[in-house]
């Protein structure tokens, strides 16, 4: 069974840029967490989707933003990016009402 | 949600038992018990959950005494493979508020 899978796994912007993050889900999950980790930090909640709704978001700027499609998949989008944007970006996908997250590998972005 | 303390970092040898204890002194009733391991570059890695008493699978052991107010993760005889990054976290995610808040975790040194 593929586990959460993410993409791109780098991503280099410069600074003003928009960038895209893509998550698909185990098969079977609903609900998609996303999380911003920079380096040698723990993980900062983002955001969380569950059937296709936004069901809460962490202490972060509205140009961070994403979707939950159809099929659970989920993209965050963050614009006007800044340097201190730079970090790893985690998404974890579980079973609705269910504590253990199943994380991907992560995408990597750098601004530059 | 119930915030947790850990130690920041620990050391200790090849084959000797690991002990990390999670302090969470408002933790609800409804509320589990998950520990996740981190390696550098990589998402977090499900070890074990609890709601009472003690669980244990192949990796480790959690023990939640019946106050509920701490838990402890017991590695038993560590490699240096289980040097990580380990996350106590407490939460009901049925809840329509949930977010998963990972703290800072305690930073597990083990040597040779």
């Known amino acids: 069974e593929a586990g959460v899978t993410q993409s791109p796994t780098h991503l280099i912007k410069t600074r003003g840029q928009q960038a895209t993050l893509r998550c698909s889900p185990i098969s079977g999950h609903t609900s998609v967490y996303w999380y911003q980790q920079a380096l040698g930090l723990g993980l900062q909640f983002l955001l969380w989707?569950?059937?296709?709704?936004?069901?809460n978001r962490g202490n972060f700027p509205p140009r961070f933003s994403g979707r939950q499609f159809p099929n659970y998949s989920s993209e965050l989008n963050v614009n006007a990016l800044e340097l201190e944007d730079s970090a790893l970006y985690l998404c974890?996908?579980?079973?609705?009402?269910?504590?253990?997250?199943?994380f991907g590998s992560g995408t990597q972005l750098s601004v530059l | 949600l119930a915030k947790t303390t850990q130690p920041i970092s620990m050391d200790s040898y090849e084959g000797q038992e690991v002990n990390i204890t999670c302090s969470h002194n408002n933790i609800a009733t409804n509320d589990y018990i998950t520990w996740y391991q981190q390696f550098p570059s990589q998402g977090p890695r499900f070890i074990i959950q609890g709601y009472k008493t003690k669980v244990t699978n192949e990796v480790a052991s959690l023990f939640i005494p019946a106050d509920r107010k701490s838990s402890t993760l017991s590695l038993p005889r560590v490699s240096l493979s289980d040097t990580a990054v380990y996350y106590c976290l407490v939460g009901d995610a049925g809840s329509s508020a949930s977010k998963i808040i990972f703290g800072s975790g305690t930073r597990l040194s083990i040597r040779p």
């Open positions: 989707y569950d059937e296709g709704e936004e069901r």
């Open positions: 974890a996908s579980s079973l609705t009402g269910q504590e253990k997250l199943f």
